[in-house]
T-cell receptor, first 113, second 111 residues
């Protein structure tokens, strides 16, 4: 158990819909990272938050947004879903902004039908 | 093309055999992470290498970083079924851009 909690674990939704994935970082960790893992592209970095502020953006679509709340949990919002958005979405946390040690959650499986 | 290329993409070995997984970067490496993903589970951090020539070991897994070649290798000695999973290397790109990952190497260990 990494201490990073992601919900839901599995989600099936229709195209055009919107979903929210939630991540609770390890206790005390200020950094939260979101990743998307798809079959053909491996693990892609989406976005990094540190103590409520966005620190870095990766390959995150405009239809996707994220935020980190004062209690440090984070949400990844995915809207206007397309079939290609089906993937495993990982959240990871780290105690420091440099992320010298990153702990991953178990992921949220999203299936868009 | 991927910034990080892992080879082989998949590997099937008999229990007790040694194996090596390679990770090659097309860009300068500031640091390299190795992770293991067990089927249906999350990513498990194995180790991080930061200096050229650095070598770290964790149980029967050893990783080395060759900064000049922009390459890292992960070596498993006397493999066991518990080593099965997907191994991912991740490159620290410096600053806050953080980590980019390879596509992974799927390892199966046959008893």
């Amino acid at each position: 158990d990494s201490g990073v909690t992601q919900t839901p674990k599995h989600l099936i939704t229709a195209t055009g819909q919107r979903v929210t994935l939630r991540c609770s970082p390890r206790s005390g960790d200020l950094s939260v990272y979101w990743y998307q893992q798809s079959l053909d592209q491996g693990l892609q970095f989406l976005i990094h938050y540190y103590n409520g502020e966005e620190r870095a953006k990766g390959n995150i679509l405009e239809r996707f947004s994220a935020q980190q709340f004062p209690d440090l949990h984070s949400e990844l919002n995915l809207s206007s879903l397309e079939l290609g958005d089906s993937a495993l979405y990982f959240c990871a946390s780290s105690a420091d902004p440099a992320g010298n040690t990153i702990y991953f959650g178990e992921g949220s499986w999203l299936t868009v039908v | 093309s991927q910034e990080l290329e892992q080879s082989p993409q998949s590997l099937i070995v008999q229990e007790g055999k040694n194996l090596t997984i390679n990770c090659t970067s097309s860009k300068t490496l500031y640091g390299l992470y190795w992770y293991k993903q067990k089927y249906g589970e999350g990513l498990i951090f194995l180790m991080m290498l930061q200096k050229g020539g650095e070598e770290k070991s964790h149980e029967k897994i050893t990783a080395k970083l060759d900064e000049k070649k922009q390459q890292s290798s992960l070596h498993i000695t006397a493999s066991q079924p518990s080593h099965a999973g997907i191994y991912l290397c991740g490159a620290d790109r410096g600053g806050y851009q953080k980590v980019t990952f390879g596509t992974g190497t799927k390892l199966q260990v046959i008893p």
